[in-house]
């Protein structure tokens, strides 16, 4: 059992325990959304102590520097004493431009910080409303080709921040906005290797992004992206992707309905099938997955069973808040 300072209290954390169950479980009001380490909204403060290194993975080295670490993801051995994130550190105020409706379930949400930004597209933000509530979204447009930031959200039954997004977010609206994180980016050093790209649901907006970055940096190498729903209906950007493919000769678009509805053009499949069963040997190939976790999860470990390196596999998971047991989060 080793000791958790938090606002002047003590708290316990069990052996093998993380600090936010240990805290959530003593009833400590926080922010957390994946509770796997990778959405960052959970993001608090070592003061004194330290924490280990496994809870600092993919913070940006600025916030590792600060001794910013991820409470979902660390285990303690010592005792800790710690506290919120300090906003102005973590959080930039901004608002939003415009919600713009791409398909029946998804919303682009462009948005204008109110400070400097620099991101990639295919980064991720926190976006956090004024009552505190925050959820992680992927950046869909690509700097220098669009003014603003936009992320794509999709509407999940019963979600507290998609639906607010759906219900009328207006333009004007204040939120915070913490980031940019993830790795999930293109990075031009070998600009003639092959991409191979599989997405699902919102996922589609940080990959199109990706491609498009990528091309507008000389990428000579072909790019294969398969978008899977289940209804042709939760295809979006279809008339960019095919104007995108007419105009470079090495960019493909491959939607994929996995339901009973496939139209013309669109392969009968879920977009990780097709996208493995034309390409079944990815030796030497960059990957980048995201959407849906257990997609996301599944394409990871099957892109590496045909060959592809673990360093070249680029994977944003979208991992959801477990709601059964809500913490009120
Ligand atoms: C790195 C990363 C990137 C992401 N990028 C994107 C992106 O670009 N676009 C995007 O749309 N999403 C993205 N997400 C997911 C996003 O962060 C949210 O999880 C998603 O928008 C759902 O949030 P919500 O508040 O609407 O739903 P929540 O309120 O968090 O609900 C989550 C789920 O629980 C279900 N649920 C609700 N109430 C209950 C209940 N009582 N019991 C059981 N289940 C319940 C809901 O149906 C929903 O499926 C990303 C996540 C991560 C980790």
Redesign the pocket.
Known sequence: MVQIFLDGQAYDCGPGENVLDALLRQDVALSF??KKG??QSCLMKVDAGEAPAAAQEGLRDTLREQGYFLPCVCRPSTALKISRPDDAAAYLPARVLAVEPLAETIRRVFFEPSAAFQYRAGQ?VNMRRRDGLA????L?TVPGQEPFPG????L????????WVFDGLTPGTALDIQGPN?ACYYVPDRPDQPILMIGN??GL??LAAIARDALAQGHTGPIDLYHGTRYPAGLYLRGELALLAETAANFRYHPCVSGPEAGDGQRAARADDAAFADHPDLTGRRIFLCGHAPMVNGAKRAAYLAGADLADIYA??????D??H?HAA
């Not at 039954?157 to 998609?162: A, C, K, L, Q």
């Open positions: 959304s994946c990778v959405c991720f959820r992680t979204y992927s869909a992320v794509d959200v999709k999940m039954p019963g979600g507290r921040m998609s639906n993830g649901g919102s907006g940080a944003d998971p979208y991992e959801l808040q709601r059964r809500d």
